[in-house]
């Protein structure tokens, strides 16, 4: 069970330590937005347009809409792998994983069966994880396209992160958060979660950061032991949260309209302050060797879907 007494954090200041540094077009895209992944080689940013069946390519450098892929079926998780120079999107319609070249066409197509969703790309090899049905991971090599193992959880996955050989997992139906061993298949921690509705999470140096939608809490867990340190109310409606190691931050971005900052004070996380978006803009992606959070903004109240470009102030 997760350990650790609950805080309360104070009210946090009117802005955060983020500046608005850009913003870039989404023309013709009306439904919801989800995740988001990078091409550094190419300064290209893939956007999952789950509503629209599509992913837009954003080349960064021109801040304009370069290129899409039409015809998903419920679009959800994106992955540029770099060592092979090529994207994967995995579509919760139709259950699939599939993989297209650096210029957009098709390489290849695999099937999970239903809600294929999250995508992780293991650093050290460069294989695959996809999160996917009423409650799984597939360890994927791209090279052949073959899954190399699988791990059975009591729930659709939602956020995961990867620390080593390991995927620490929420799985918010069951109220659990899972550390589970890529290579050996077997779950090595399965721990209760104290909220509901863990969707994101983040892990850096053996510490995962989970936020829950209800109620809206951060929390901080030792990964080793379970044991929280951190808990605090934030943003609602949250959808990703990133380290920003270099500053020693957090970054949570919600669809209530607001990334809130957390930073260490006192050798303790307390909020920084909120940075406004806009209703429903959840999903986003911080890219430390850009420096830059990017934000889905989806269209809305008489305005147009866009990505925003946040660059954090020291």
């Avoid at 969703?117 to 090599?141: C, E, F, H, K, M």
């Avoid at 193992?149 to 109220?175: C, K, M, S, W, Y």
């Avoid at 053996?206 to 901080?220: D, H, I, K, M, Q």
């Amino acid at each position: 069970m997760l350990a650790g007494s609950a805080s309360c954090s104070a009210a946090p200041p009117a802005t955060a330590p983020l500046k608005l540094a850009q913003t870039i077009a989404l023309p013709d895209v009306g439904g919801r937005i989800d995740h988001l992944a990078v091409d550094l080689k190419r300064h290209r940013l893939f956007v999952a347009e789950v509503g629209d069946g599509s992913v837009d390519v954003i080349d960064l450098t021109r801040g304009a809409v370069v290129g899409r892929i039409s015809g998903l079926k419920e679009p959800q998780g994106v992955a540029w792998l770099p060592a092979r120079d090529e994207l994967a999107v995995a579509s919760g319609g139709d259950g699939t994983v599939r993989f297209y070249r650096h210029d957009l066409s098709a390489d290849g197509v695999m099937s999970f069966g239903d809600d294929a969703d999250n995508l992780r790309v293991d650093p050290r090899n460069g294989r695959l994880i996809v999160g996917y049905g009423s409650g799984a991971l597939a360890v994927i090599d791209p090279a052949t396209r073959s899954v190399v193992q699988r791990v059975t959880l009591p729930g659709h996955p939602e956020g995961f992160r990867l620390f080593g050989d390991n995927a620490i997992v929420n799985v918010p139906d069951a109220r659990r958060v899972i550390v589970a061993d890529l290579v050996s298949g077997k779950i090595q921690s399965d721990w209760h979660a104290r909220y509901r509705l863990n969707f994101p999470m983040a892990v850096d140096q053996g510490v995962a950061a989970l936020v829950f939608r209800w109620p809206a809490r951060l929390l901080t867990m030792d990964l080793a032991t379970g044991a929280i340190a951190t808990d605090l109310s934030t943003c609602g409606d949250s959808d990703d949260v990133f380290f920003d190691a270099a500053r020693h931050r957090l970054l949570v971005s919600c669809g209530s309209g607001a990334v809130e900052v957390f930073g260490m004070v006192s050798g303790a996380y307390r909020s920084l302050g909120i940075a406004s978006t806009r209703s429903g803009a959840r999903t986003a992606l911080f890219v430390p060797e850009l420096d830059r959070l990017f934000v889905a903004v989806r269209a809305g109240g008489g305005q147009a879907a866009e990505i925003r470009i946040y660059q954090p102030t020291d």
